[in-house]
């Protein structure tokens, strides 16, 4: 059977993205191996991973799906608690010493702990529409923030122990959660490998998600939800796939995140953090996989590259972002690089051959 025009392109950028990354570690790993790489971009390369995974999958919410969500930073805050708590039971508890399989496990409990709160928060929040989901989902993640400072979790005796609102723990416990102090005693354990692990990850759920049959009828909802609903599409149960889907990727870069320090505190996931995502996909284009991956790894490594601006660091900043934003929605600019490109384009030979 003949490949149409239309799922070439796809393979093709599928096929782009993932070298992109791939060559991208492969470059940096030898820079590492090589130590000629600097300590500052070396600090950065694990958070660079987290974000890249926040911005592809909160990309899969707001370009493919098409909903507003402003509290993406709540999941990355359960997950980061959940993966604190898991790493350290798996420590104290269970004795186990072998850092990647304390890595491993706790990414996914992470992951399925933000999938689990994102199915309880998408069943009544996914039936709203608009500005009224971007707010409902603005003050989930608040609420979020908020209960981690009154959880207290810690292990003592071979156990777990929990309390809420109120330090309620006996003597001698190994505090894994201290409330407003945030997860304290954290073993570092988070590297760059397991973050490029996790991103090659990403991108296989998000692209193969985007090009199957669920990843069609999302974008149909997107586009026109009552012809998609006269058709027989259930809108709800895919835009919560999509939800469900982000909030399991977003719990995963939440522990991954969480496992490269010491020491998590509630601050590091206000509302802050979820715009900052949503600057990501917005400079990297709605529903375009391969930018949202460019634009977390430029905006990450920017703020630092500007300290040398000092006190306007910030500004320019912001007028780095503008100037982007100008330049890649500047319709002359667009048509140029149009015009630069399409003679590489290859012309169907058939007509009418291609998939509308």
């Known amino acids: 059977m003949k490949m149409t025009k239309a799922k070439r392109n796809r393979l093709i950028y599928n096929v782009v993205t993932f070298a992109l990354v791939i060559i ?8 590492i191996d090589a130590k ?19 911005a592809v999958s909160l990309n899969l919410v707001v370009g493919i799906s098409g909903e507003l969500s402003l509290g993406h930073a709540g999941f990355m805050s359960v997950g980061a608690y959940t993966g604190a708590v898991v790493s350290g039971l798996l420590l104290n508890v269970y004795q186990i010493e072998d850092a990647s399989a304390r890595l491993a496990i706790a990414i996914v409990a992470g992951g399925l702990m933000a999938g689990i709160v994102g199915a309880l928060i998408g069943i009544p929040v996914l039936r709203l529409r608009g500005d009224y989901l971007a707010i409902v989902t603005l003050a989930f993640g608040e609420i979020i923030r908020n209960l981690v400072n009154v959880l207290y979790i810690g292990t003592g005796d071979g156990r777990l122990y929990m309390s809420f609102l109120t330090k309620k ?14 997860a304290v005693k954290i073993k570092p354990i988070s590297t760059f490998i397991a973050g490029f692990i996790l991103v090659l990850i990403t991108l296989a759920v998000v692209l193969n998600l985007i090009n199957s049959r669920a990843g069609r009828a999302i974008k149909a909802c997107r586009d026109n939800r009552i012809a998609a609903e006269s058709m027989g599409v259930n809108v709800t149960k895919y835009k919560m796939t999509a ?7 977003a719990g995963m870069a939440g522990a991954l995140y969480g496992l490269k320090s010491s020491t998590i505190v509630p601050t590091q996931f206000t509302f802050n953090q979820s715009i ?5 996909v917005v400079l990297g284009g709605l529903g375009n996989v391969l930018g949202s991956v460019i634009s977390a790894t430029f905006l990450t490594i920017l703020p630092e590259t500007l300290r040398a601006f000092a006190d306007y660091r910030m500004l320019v900043y912001a007028v780095v972002l503008i100037l982007v934003m100008i330049f890649t929605n500047n319709p002359t600019i667009r048509s140029f690089v149009n015009r630069l490109i399409a003679p590489f384009k290859k012309k169907e030979s058939t007509p009418g051959g291609d998939a509308q």
């Open 243 to 249: 939800f469900v889907t982000a909030a399991v990727l």
């Open 24 to 31: 991208a570690f492969f470059v940096l790993q030898s820079m």
């Open 276 to 280: 900052n995502v949503l600057v990501f």
């Open 36 to 54: 000629t790489i600097t300590r500052s971009l070396k600090g950065q390369l694990v958070p660079i991973c987290c974000w890249i995974v926040m």
């Open 169 to 182: 723990l006996p003597e001698g416990v190994v505090m894994l959660v201290d409330g407003a102090k945030g």
